[in-house]
């Protein structure tokens, strides 16, 4: 493998999108690596606040009160 000091010339030389397919192919190998991680290919659950009921009435109110105040 190359030394670090050749592949940072050749890093520079790819067009933006190119070095973002880059970036990503280094982070999916270093999750890979590190033993964890997001790996490609999967379905991951996350956390959506369009059901976050109670801290939208908590944020309202706030506004209200402030309002109230001016």
Do not use: C
């Not at 970036?23 to 690596?33: G, K, M, R, S, T």
């Not at 964890?36 to 999967?42: E, F, H, R, V, Y």
């Not at 369009?50 to 908590?58: S, V």
């Amino acid at each position: 493998m190359s030394d670090l000091a050749d592949l940072i010339p050749k890093a520079n030389s790819p067009s933006p999108t190119d070095k973002l397919r880059l970036i990503q192919l280094l982070a999916e190998e270093l999750a890979v690596d590190e033993g964890g991680g997001i790996q490609a290919n999967q379905s991951y659950v996350t956390w959506s606040p369009d059901r976050a009921f109670d801290a939208a009435d908590i944020m309202l109110r706030t506004l209200v009160a402030n309002e109230a105040h001016l």
